[in-house]
Structure formats: structure tokens, C-alpha cells
């Protein structure tokens, strides 16, 4: 039985707190939460409302209320319990958690986050009275292309006005003013001093300007934790070397040290051949080693360096949530050291790309894999691949289920197992995975029971559809340009599923349109064009030459969310892709072409196709038509009440936040081992 | 600050270290400090008086002490029955007297069976009075220093059954029903278990526990607990209380306890959060 923290939500000062309950009744008497503040023992009970969907309940707090005066007290910790009775039985529960929130600035002197203690146990943090001259910014990075700071740009939700970051030269007392007017994600900011700036001999100090109520503020910038994962140290124009500080109270600075002289370079060269020499002579030693624990199968060190593994689709790609948390990941903390495990056709991709990968199913791979601390995956990995105990491993999954998964499927068809070993594998891989990414509740549920997962649920969202939620206008048009997709046409796209009856034999597919790309070119093809996305595994059998000029076969285009955004409608089919697409608000159409099969003989599905989807559904090659050009008629489904519904539903996370919360995660993790 | 309010329900609630050290840090910063002595055993009252010279020693002038009869005396209630309260004829019977340093009694007795005992203070007031059949307690009625009868307990095989709060002009205004009853108190962690037993005899590790190293995930500690309860009965206006803690509710509201800050037991935290939603609660 447990209450885990799954999600918190602000509305001004009201913070709404959603927690997963557990094998916890649905008839319960007296529901309510505790917060029990830890030092100076005070509490407060809050009243619980049970909703439909029971596995959740919704706790809304007003932050203030958790503010009291004390001895001067200025650092609030509030430990979270679930209190309940069933019958003469009393339950109290304290709640767990992973989740870290965002910190949320109430005043220029005062924050609140919600954090986790060392045993997983939920903790509402509040901050008063912190100095009113420190900026906390979330992160610092200074790389070939400058430096570039990453803060809030908000107080209580109320934008800062006028918000620039100061440069001073503490040597010369000159100041530099960058303005910020880059959003990295809603209610951060992102501003870059050009590494051009940074030429001059320093030390340089770093300062934030903004308005606030009236108030003009200036505030130092400080980093309220070590400089681990941010990137520090940088060969500056000059010869000289930037290098960031932490200097005191956090207080950030960039020194300038002088460049080596000639005579210093080679003593270093010396020492560092010394060096080098002693690192072979370890290396051959660690080998021994290694092979000795090898022989005796003993486990792997994980490396000095934090190291993250990114894996999509096993491999296959490099796409969907795990690269959408690697670009947080680059962009806020480059100081870690990150690598994709990739087939080795991915390698080139790699290499153009600058991604640090290795080869799947390789020896370098086997050794960078248990040696590795984090592990980011979209899918499973196969069960023979052994997680170390320091290995935390993340698993984001690849969509709002649909079908039926896991130990849900009760006849599983697939060639090379059987459904028992199938729902074996299922749970024991499952019961791997440190934490797994929600997009919703509804997901939440079916996880736990089609995996039969009992740890963390991160519910947040999933990370790669961000990109659909925080894309402009001009962002879509420059994602047209780049697939040479005509701007005055407007595109609808095709996206089924693959067929588990399609095997022929293990691993191969075969697949034909259902619909004639003939009729559809007569009908649309003067102001329309039509974007194929095929499963990969079908991807390679479809030949559409001939309608080049209207077909845009982008089933192999790395990322999906791209092509959401430049498409006017969806069609699908089974294909769990319209959650992702709803979030755009855009027509969706569902032509099931085989739906008796499919859901007689098949997985089956979690939703009532006939009523729960968020489109009209076409049943023949004719309605398909008809309801196509009814779709791109009306291009925005926000007032189509029962598009809304679902939307509410399914896609009620959308504060484009999800990566940036999967990246908080990980950092707790890394701040909590070391 | 705002007025600071205790609430004491039993004598236990006092020996807690807890409580001795949250009322001195108030008294040092000058705080003015109400007690409600909600103890529904009144001759623990004198005990506790002790106990808190003691304690509240360096400034006890700033503590004042309420009990339910300062709450509720002048509530209107119900006339008691003539039978209701015990009454010993002590005509022809032996009368025994011991007088100590801090308290007198008088025992009267019929032949050798025990059938009143009074007790007196030092300075001769009635505190209480004992009443027994077939030399088995009956009865206490308790007096205090209002030298009239303020409450009445009734006793059955010498486990007190019920006590009757009475108000200055002697009507009864609340029954507390008692009763025993097994409960379970489930819980998931140690934090957890110093909020909902009193004694918790989960083992404490010293060192921080490793995430590997932690408990699995969902696993409960159960305790089985004979638990007292008390049932309350209003006679001043019918209302139906939810058991003890909502009739402390209602004391406390009586005393004015909403704009105030409010410390009590941390044992009955989650009992006492229970009545009063959303209030910020101190704990000792």
C-alpha cells in the first residue's frame, strides 16, 4: 500500500499536489493528507477528496498557509503523510517520492520546491528570507560559444520586466549588458555572452537586471549547488583560459588565467607522459582485473566521470524522449558525459552529428553500458543486458497506450516466444526500471498493471512532445523549409501502425498502402500533400516513386514530432501517435481498414474505439475521402467538445516542461550518490 | 506572537519531554501560556499542578491553567437523578481518620465492609470522594477547589466506566462514555510510526540508508492496540460529537483556540489534525 507524489501544478499561489495511490482502498473514512513541518513540528491536515478516476487524488494547498513564524525560522520542510481509517483500522502512510520540482520563486527572498529525502520520502520546501541581492540560476555553461546562463524569468508567475544579464570586468570596473530575451523553455530564460566578450583579463563578475513591482533589481548571480556537470573551462580568443567559479556563497565568477608559457608546456608534456605512461600501466591492470572479475563474474566499477546511456527504439533511432532529455541534458549540464547505444547503420548519423555513441551489441558496448551510471531508454533492453546496482535506470517508454501491453495481453502471437514467457519478461524488465515516465493517468494505471512496475512513476509528460507544445509559428515554417515541403499547400499525414500478423518471418514485414494514392492525388493533389509515416519495420517495403512530386515517404526521418508539426491532419489507424498529435489541437481521422481483425484476433484495446478517440472514424476508402477534406476544413479542434474531453483526458500536461523535469530527476539522483 | 494554547488531555502528555521544552522556550520569549487541562480524570489535576511548578518554575506567572469545568460551568445542563450521585449515611458507622503531611482521610466503614473514603487537603478542603460496594470503587466525585461536586466517575469491577462533567450549579452537561476496543495502527516507515504509536519499537538506523538498501517498497508495520475511546454525550444542546477529540474541539473553541497557536501531544497529531482541518497545529 502506498501514496507515491506523481505531479504538482501551479495556479498563482495555489499549488494542486497529485498523488498515486496503491493498493489503497476505494471506500476509505476520513481521507485527508498531513504535512508535518520537521522542525519546528508543526502540522496541518488538509481534507481529501476522492475522484473517478481513484487510483489518483488531487491535495490543492495555498503556499502561505505553510509559512509561520517560529524562532525566526526561515527554511520550511514539510514531510507528507496519507492518512486514512477502514473501519477500526488507521492507516498513515508516509507519501514517496523521486519527483523534484522546479523551484518556484515566490518573492525576490523567498522559494519553495518540492524535493525527496534520501529514502524517497516526499518534502515540500519552503525558503524565506534569503538574501534579496543572489540570483540562483539553473545553470552555467561556458563552451566555444561563450557563456551561456539559463535562470527564471518569472516571480510567482509574473514576468520581470526589462530582465538583462550584467557582465563587470572586476580589473577595468566596465560593464557589459546582454538584454535576454530568449525563452528556453516557459519561465526560463536563456542569454549567451559571446566568448569574444571574454577576451579582456578578468576576473568578470556576473549580475541580473529586471524589474520587479516597480522595484528595480540587481542581484549577483549564484549557483546554489556544486559546479558538477556544467561545463567550466574554456581556451578564450585570447590565449588566455576561461574558467567558471564558484567562489563564495556560490557567488559565480570567470577567471581568466594567464596562457601556459612555452617552458610550462613542456614540464607539463614531461609529467603528462608520466602521466599517460602510469595510465597504461593502470589500464593493463584494470584489464587484468577486469578479466579476473569477468572469471569470477563479478559486477563492473561504473566510470569516475557521471555517465548517462541514451537508447530509442533498441537502438535503432536516435529520437523521441531519451534525445529530447539528452538536449536538456547538453544544453544545461555538457559537463557530463553522455552516449548512445546505436546500431551500427547510426553510426555515420553519429558521426555527422557529434553524438559520442557506441555499436550495440559490441564488447565496448557491453563494458560502456555497466559502467555507465544512468541508463535512458525509450524500450526495453534485453533481458540478458545485466543493470549493476548503481545503474539508475529511466525508462520513458514511446506512447500512451493503446493497445493492449505486457501482462494485459492474454495471447501474445509473436514468433521466437510464448505469451508466459513474453509476461515473464515483461515484469522482470519492468521491475528494472528506477523510474518511468507518464504522460497521464490514464497511462499511469495501465503501467502498473500491464508491467506490473512498482517504482517510481514520473508524471510529467513525455519528454519529446515538448517540441509540439512549445513550437512557434516561425518554427514550423523553417521545419517545412528543411523538408522542402511547399508552404502554400497544406499537408495531411499518414501514420498506421505495423501489424503483428504481418510477419512472414522473425523480423520481417511486409506492407501495402490501403487506400490508392491515385484517387488521393486526384481529389487533394492540387493544394495538399500527403506525408507517409510507416513503422520502421515496414518503412523499407514501400515503393512511391511514382507520386514523388505529392508523396513524402518521411518514414525514416529521425524525429516524429516534426512532422506533427508541419502536418494539417492525422490519419491512423491503431498507432498510439494521436495522443502525441492532440496536443496541436489539430483534426485527427481514424481509418481501422482491418478493425474486426485487428480487435478479435490481436491485442485489443485499453480505449472503446468506437467512442473514446478524438476523431471521426472512416470505415472505407470512401468515407476517407469525404472526411479528409471535412478535416482540413477545420483546422483547430480546441471548441469540438468531444476533441476537449480527450484532451483533458490525455494531453492535460502540457506546460512543455517534461525533459527539464526528467533531467531534475536524474540531477537528484547524481547529487544524492555522491 | 499569537496566543499560545496547550492542550493537555492527560498526565502522560506532560512527562513528555516535548512538552516541558516547547513551554519553556515560550515562557524565556516573555510568551503568555494557556493550558486547557482537558484530563477527563480530575484527580490527576493536582499531580499535574505539581508538575508544572516545576517546569514553568522560572516564569509561572505567565501560564494560566483551564480546566472543562472553567469551560462549561455556567452552560445550562440536565438536574442529576436522585440516584445518580452515591450518598453514605454515616450514622452508627466506624469512622477511621489518617492525616499526612499533604492530605487527610476519613473512611467510614460498616462493620468491615468499606463504604466511603474522603479525601481532604492539607488545608482541610474536600478534594474528592470515594464511594465502594462490597469494597470495590464504585464512584469518585471530585470536588477541587471549588468546594462543590465537579465531576462524577463511575467505576464497574474498578475500571472507570463513565465520567459525568457537571456545571457550577450541579446539572449535568457532559457524559464520557468509555470503552475498550482493539484497533490496528498501520504504517509505513519510522516517521510514520512516531506520529501513530505512542512507542514506536521500530528499529532506528543510525547511518543515512544507501537508495539500494532501503525498505521494498509498499511494506507496512502493523500494530495491534487495545485502544480507549470515549463516547460524548451533550446535555447542554443534543449535539453529536465524533467521539473525544471532536468534543476537544469544541472545548478549544470555547476557549477561543481559533486565533490562537495551538500545541498538543504529538501522539494525538493525527487524531486532534482530524478535527480541525486546515489548522496549523503545533506539536509537543
Redesign the interface.
Not at chain 2, 476496543?181 to 516507515?189: E, L
Not at chain 2, 480541525?276 to 509537543?284: A, D, G, V
Given at each position: 500500500m502506498r501514496a507515491i507524489l506523481s505531479e504538482v501544478h501551479s495556479h498563482g499561489n495555489q499549488q494542486s499536489l497529485t498523488l498515486e495511490l496503491i493498493d489503497v482502498p476505494f471506500v476509505v473514512n476520513d481521507l485527508a493528507m498531513i504535512f508535518m513541518e520537521n522542525n519546528a513540528k508543526a502540522s496541518r491536515l488538509v481534507p481529501i477528496k476522492r475522484r473517478e478516476h481513484h487510483h489518483v487524488v488531487d491535495v490543492t494547498i495555498a503556499v502561505p498557509a505553510f509559512i509561520f513564524e517560529q524562532d525566526n525560522q526561515r527554511e520550511f520542510s514539510w514531510a507528507m503523510y496519507l492518512t486514512f481509517n477502514v473501519d477500526t483500522k488507521h492507516y498513515l502512510l508516509e507519501v514517496e517520492s523521486e519527483y523534484v520540482s522546479d523551484r518556484h520563486q515566490l518573492t525576490l527572498d523567498s522559494y519553495f520546491q518540492f524535493n525527496a529525502d534520501s529514502q524517497n520520502h516526499a518534502l515540500f520546501e519552503i525558503h524565506t528570507g534569503q538574501n534579496p541581492d543572489e540570483f540562483v540560476v539553473n545553470s552555467i555553461n561556458l563552451t566555444k560559444d561563450g557563456l551561456t546562463v539559463t535562470g527564471l524569468n518569472t516571480i510567482n508567475d509574473q514576468p520581470l520586466e526589462n530582465q538583462c544579464l550584467l557582465l563587470e570586468n572586476a580589473a577595468t570596473a566596465t560593464v557589459t549588458e546582454y538584454e535576454i530575451a530568449t525563452e528556453l523553455l516557459r519561465g526560463l530564460f536563456s542569454v549567451t555572452v559571446p566568448i569574444a566578450d571574454l577576451t579582456a583579463a578578468g576576473p568578470y563578475n556576473l549580475y541580473v537586471e529586471y524589474d520587479y513591482h516597480s522595484q528595480h533589481v540587481r542581484q549577483r548571480l549564484v549557483l546554489d549547488r556544486e559546479l558538477t556537470g556544467q561545463s567550466g573551462a574554456q581556451a578564450l580568443p585570447s590565449g588566455r583560459i576561461g574558467r567558471l567559479e564558484r567562489v563564495a556563497d556560490g557567488r559565480l565568477q570567470v577567471q581568466t588565467d594567464a596562457p601556459v608559457s612555452l617552458k610550462r608546456k613542456v614540464v607539463a608534456l614531461g609529467s603528462k607522459a608520466e602521466r599517460v605512461k602510469a595510465g597504461l600501466h593502470q589500464l593493463h591492470e584494470k584489464l587484468s582485473n577486469r578479466y579476473m572479475r569477468w572469471l569470477f563474474k563479478q559486477g563492473h566499477r561504473p566510470f569516475a566521470a557521471t555517465t548517462i546511456i541514451f537508447e530509442s527504439f533498441g537502438g535503432r533511432q536516435i529520437s523521441d524522449s531519451p534525445l529530447a532529455i539528452y538536449q536538456m541534458f547538453k544544453q544545461l549540464y555538457p559537463g557530463f558525459h553522455f552516449v548512445w547505444s546505436v546500431e551500427r547503420e547510426l553510426v555515420p548519423y553519429c558521426k555527422a552529428n557529434h553524438i559520442a555513441y557506441v555499436v550495440r551489441r559490441t564488447a565496448r558496448w557491453a563494458r560502456t553500458l555497466e559502467k555507465a551510471q544512468y541508463w535512458i531508454s525509450n524500450a526495453r533492453f534485453p533481458a540478458w543486458v545485466k543493470k549493476p546496482k548503481y545503474v539508475t535506470y529511466i525508462q520513458t517508454w514511446h506512447g500512451t497506450p493503446l493497445k493492449k501491453l505486457g501482462l494485459d495481453i492474454e495471447n501474445v502471437m509473436m514468433p521466437g516466444t510464448t505469451t508466459e514467457a513474453y509476461h515473464r519478461n515483461f515484469v522482470q524488465e519492468a521491475n528494472r526500471w528506477d523510474a518511468l515516465v507518464s504522460p497521464n493517468d490514464y497511462s499511469t494505471q495501465i503501467f502498473r498493471s500491464a508491467f506490473g512496475f512498482n517504482n517510481q512513476i514520473l508524471k510529467v509528460g513525455y519528454p519529446r512532445n515538448d517540441e509540439l507544445i512549445n513550437a512557434t509559428p516561425v518554427d514550423i515554417t523553417a521545419l517545412k523549409q528543411k523538408l522542402k515541403i511547399p508552404l502554400d499547400k497544406k499537408v495531411v499525414m499518414y501514420a498506421p501502425t505495423y501489424r503483428d500478423n504481418q510477419f512472414v518471418e522473425k523480423g520481417k514485414y511486409t506492407f501495402e498502402l490501403p487506400f490508392s494514392l491515385a484517387d488521393f492525388k486526384q481529389r487533394f493533389g492540387e493544394d495538399t500533400v500527403l506525408i507517409l509515416r510507416m513503422h520502421y519495420l515496414i518503412s523499407n517495403a514501400l515503393d512511391v516513386s511514382e507520386y514523388s512530386d505529392f508523396v513524402y515517404d518521411l518514414s525514416s526521418y529521425p524525429n516524429i514530432s516534426d512532422l506533427y508539426l508541419v502536418s494539417d491532419l492525422l490519419i491512423t489507424d491503431y498507432s498510439s501517435v494521436f495522443f502525441d498529435y492532440a496536443y496541436l489541437k489539430r483534426p485527427i481521422l481514424f481509418y481501422p481498414y482491418d478493425y474486426q481483425l485487428y480487435q478479435g484476433e490481436l491485442r485489443g484495446f485499453y480505449l472503446d474505439y468506437e467512442h473514446d478517440l478524438p476523431g471521426t472514424i472512416a470505415h472505407n476508402e470512401a468515407e476517407l475521402l469525404v472526411n479528409i477534406r471535412n478535416g482540413l476544413r477545420q483546422p483547430d479542434m480546441s471548441q469540438n467538445a468531444k476533441f476537449q474531453a480527450f484532451y483533458e483526458r490525455f494531453c492535460a500536461i502540457d506546460d512543455g516542461q517534461a525533459a527539464i523535469k526528467v533531467v531534475r530527476y536524474v540531477m537528484h539522483q547524481i547529487e544524492a550518490n555522491q | 506572537?499569537k496566543p499560545v494554547i496547550f492542550l493537555v488531555t492527560a498526565l502522560t502528555d506532560v512527562k513528555q519531554d516535548?512538552f516541558s521544552v516547547k513551554l519553556r522556550?515560550l515562557l524565556e520569549q516573555q510568551v503568555p501560556v494557556q493550558i486547557l487541562f482537558a484530563d477527563l480524570n480530575f484527580l490527576e489535576r493536582a499531580t499535574f499542578d505539581q508538575l508544572l511548578a516545576t517546569l514553568a518554575v522560572t516564569n509561572p506567572a505567565l501560564v494560566t491553567v483551564t480546566d472543562l469545568f472553567d469551560i462549561f460551568a455556567n452552560d445550562q445542563g440536565s438536574p442529576l437523578s436522585e440516584r445518580t450521585r452515591m450518598r453514605v449515611d454515616h450514622t452508627n458507622l466506624t469512622v477511621r481518620r489518617h492525616t499526612s503531611a499533604t492530605e487527610t482521610v476519613v473512611r467510614y466503614l460498616y462493620d468491615d465492609q468499606l463504604l466511603e473514603e474522603q479525601h481532604f487537603t492539607a488545608d482541610q478542603q474536600l478534594s474528592y470522594q470515594n464511594f465502594y460496594q462490597d469494597n470495590l470503587l464504585t464512584q469518585v466525585v471530585f470536588w477541587g477547589k471549588q468546594q462543590r461536586p465537579v465531576t462524577i466517575s463511575n467505576f464497574q469491577a474498578e475500571a472507570l466506566k463513565e465520567t459525568l462533567l457537571l456545571n457550577a450549579q450541579g446539572e449535568l452537561v457532559y457524559r464520557f462514555m468509555r470503552e475498550e476496543?482493539?484497533?490496528?495502527?498501520?504504517?509505513?516507515?519510522k516517521?510514520?510510526a512516531t506520529?501513530?504509536v505512542a512507542d514506536p519499537a521500530t528499529p532506528q538506523s543510525e547511518a543515512?540508508?544507501s537508495?539500494?538498501s532501503?525498505e521494498p517498497?509498499?511494506t507496512?508495520t502493523v500494530r495491534n492496540e487495545q485502544a480507549t475511546i470515549f463516547k460524548v454525550m451533550d446535555y447542554v444542546d443534543a449535539t453529536d460529537f465524533n467521539g473525544i477529540y471532536d468534543f476537544y474541539r469544541y472545548a478549544l473553541k470555547r476557549l477561543g483556540a481559533a486565533d490562537a497557536r495551538l500545541y498538543v501531544s504529538?501522539s494525538q497529531?493525527?487524531e486532534m489534525?482530524?478535527v480541525?482541518?486546515?489548522?496549523?497545529?503545533?506539536?509537543?
Open positions: - | 506572537m516535548g522556550a476496543q482493539p484497533v490496528q495502527k498501520i504504517f509505513n516507515g516517521d510514520a506520529l501513530q543515512l540508508p537508495k539500494k532501503r517498497a509498499g507496512l504529538v497529531n493525527v489534525s482530524a480541525l482541518p486546515n489548522q496549523l497545529i503545533f506539536n509537543y
